[in-house]
C-alpha cells in the first residue's frame, strides 16, 4: 500500500479496514484494491458496501482548441499505436469503446444546505447519487427503493504531476432510510460505524460538516478509449489503460443554471505498481505536451460547481 498510495490516502484506507470487523481485502476486474463489507441494508440485495483505491491522471484544456485536437489524434490511431516512438513505454495500441448513444449517467450531487457554496465541494468531498445508470455499470439495483450512492474523498497529487490518488466508497441505499441517514450524520455526526460517511468523518477527524442535500444535477456523456498491449504471434492484447473524455453538463438545484465542461481521465486497467504509475504518467505528460493539456486535479464536483459560478467567494 505504502509504495502506491500517499501518506493520507493509505491512512484512511486502514483506520476503514481495522474499523469494519467484516471488511474484506479484494481487487476488482479493473485491478482496483477493494474493501468490501456486508451491504447497509440486506434486503436490497448482496451487493456488498465497497472501498476503493483509484488511480487517474485528470486533465483539461488550457486551450478551446486542446480536446478537438486529441479526439481527432485518437480517432486517426484507431488500431495504432498510441506514440511512434518504438519504445517499451510506447507499445500501446489505441481501440475505441463502442458505447450506445446518449448520456453515460446522470447524477445529483449534494452540499451541504443543498447550496453548492456550501462548503462540502470545494472542499473536494462528493457525495453523489446516481439516478440514472448504464447497462454496463456494476453499481445499480431491481430493488424499486433502492438507489447507487457515492462517496468520494478528496484526492491526494503525485508531487507535480497530473496523477491522483483516492478514495471512493459505492453502496446501495434505500431512497427514503438512506436520505434520513445521511441527513442525521452530515448534521449530528451520529449513526451507524458501518455508514461509509462515518468512517469517512472519523478517519478523517472531520467534524459534521452540516446537512446534506442535492444541490447539482450532473449528466456526463463519454468518449471511451481502451489502450492495450499486444504480445505472443497470435496477437493477443490485454488492457493496460482507459482513456475517457467526458463531456459534462450541470444544473444548479438552486438557481436553475446550467453549465458545461470537459476533462480527460486516463486510468490504469490492472494493478496498479510503481511501473504502472510511472507508464501512466509518461501518457499522461506526452500527451499534455502535445495537446495543450493541464493537471486538472480537483473533482468533477468541483470544476462543475465553478463552472456554474457558484463556489464561496465566486
Known amino acids: 500500500m505504502e509504495e502506491i498510495a500517499p501518506k493520507a490516502v493509505a491512512e484512511a484506507w486502514n483506520y476503514a479496514r481495522s474499523s469494519v470487523s ?12 477493494l474493501l468490501q463489507w456486508a451491504p447497509l441494508r440486506v434486503e436490497l440485495g448482496s451487493k456488498p458496501t465497497e472501498l476503493s483505491l483509484e488511480h487517474e491522471a485528470r486533465l483539461r484544456s488550457r486551450a478551446h482548441d486542446s480536446i478537438p485536437a486529441l479526439q481527432k489524434f485518437l480517432a486517426a490511431r484507431e488500431g495504432q499505436r498510441l506514440f511512434d516512438v518504438r519504445s517499451e513505454d510506447d507499445d500501446l495500441v489505441v481501440r475505441r469503446v463502442e458505447r450506445k448513444p446518449g448520456s453515460q449517467s446522470v447524477d445529483r450531487y449534494w452540499d451541504v444546505d443543498g447550496a453548492l457554496s456550501g462548503g462540502w465541494i470545494n472542499r473536494m468531498f462528493t457525495f453523489r447519487e446516481r439516478m440514472k445508470t448504464s447497462s454496463f455499470m456494476t453499481w445499480s439495483s431491481d430493488a424499486a427503493d433502492a438507489r447507487a450512492h457515492n462517496l468520494e474523498l478528496p484526492p491526494t497529487a503525485y508531487g507535480n504531476t497530473s ?7 459505492n453502496w446501495l441505499d434505500s431512497l427514503q432510510l438512506g ?23 472519523r478517519a478523517l477527524a472531520l467534524q459534521p460538516p452540516g446537512k446534506l442535500e442535492p444541490a447539482m444535477e450532473h449528466t456526463t456523456f463519454r468518449e471511451k478509449y481502451s489502450l492495450r498491449t499486444i504480445s505472443g504471434p497470435g496477437g493477443n492484447e490485454q488492457e493496460l489503460f482507459q482513456l475517457n473524455i467526458d463531456h459534462m453538463t450541470v444544473q444548479s438545484l438552486r438557481s436553475g443554471h446550467f453549465a458545461q465542461h470537459r476533462d480527460v481521465d486516463i486510468a ?21 505536451d502535445r495537446f495543450g493539456l493541464e493537471p486538472a486535479l480537483a473533482t468533477k464536483a468541483w470544476w462543475g460547481a465553478a463552472a456554474l459560478g457558484e463556489l464561496p467567494g465566486q
Do not use: C, N, W
Not at 496523477?163 to 466508497?169: G, H, P, S
Open 22 to 33: 467484516d471488511a474484506v481485502e479484494k481487487h476488482d476486474r479493473r485491478g482496483f484494491r
Open 268 to 288: 490504469p486497467s490492472v494493478l496498479v505498481d510503481s511501473q504502472i504509475l510511472s507508464r501512466l504518467t509518461h501518457i499522461a505528460t506526452t500527451l499534455s
Open 179 to 201: 436520505s434520513q441517514d445521511v441527513d442525521r450524520l452530515s448534521a449530528t455526526g451520529q449513526g451507524s460505524s458501518r455508514h461509509p460517511l462515518m468512517i469517512a468523518m
Open 163 to 169: 496523477i491522483v490518488a483516492r478514495l471512493e466508497f
